[in-house]
């Protein structure tokens, strides 16, 4: 049975930090490109960041593009998000979510990603 757990979200005011972590059990890692997706209640899931398998590729949503980096530790089973120079807009569920792929899609979509976590809610207070 896969299991994606999610961990690191928080309060943390305007211009503040977070780094959130994912891991990941009960399929092979290193098999699949991994990507953060966020939805406020009401709203769409977004799109964050997309991961390869070997960390060759990474894609961004341009709403976090240069403030946000996506990691991943395939010895340690785990992905990472930092998040930078925060702002009341990206207060989100954050969800980690796996995609049996080699790379990321040029787009990075809700629809081809295989496996979810429950997410972990991020709040940037103004």
């Known amino acids: 049975q896969v299991q994606v757990v999610e961990s690191g979200g928080g309060l943390v005011q305007a211009g503040g930090s977070l780094r959130l972590s994912c891991t990941v059990s009960?399929?092979?890692?290193?098999?699949?490109?991994m990507g953060w997706f966020r939805q406020a209640p009401g709203k769409e899931r977004e799109g964050v960041a997309c991961?390869?398998?070997?960390?060759?590729?990474?894609r961004y949503a341009d709403s976090v593009k240069g403030r946000f980096t996506i990691s991943r530790d395939n010895r340690k089973i785990t992905l990472y998000l930092q998040m930078n120079s925060l702002k009341p807009e990206d207060t989100d569920m954050y969800y980690c979510?796996?995609?049996?792929?080699?790379?990321?899609?040029?787009?990075?979509?809700?629809?081809?990603?295989?496996?979810w976590g429950l997410g972990t809610q991020v709040t940037v207070s103004s």
């Open positions: 009960g399929l092979t890692f290193g098999d699949y490109a």
């Open positions: 979510a796996a995609f049996r792929s080699n790379d990321c899609s040029s787009r990075i979509r809700e629809w081809e990603y295989n496996y």
């Open positions: 991961i390869s398998r070997g960390s060759t590729t990474t």
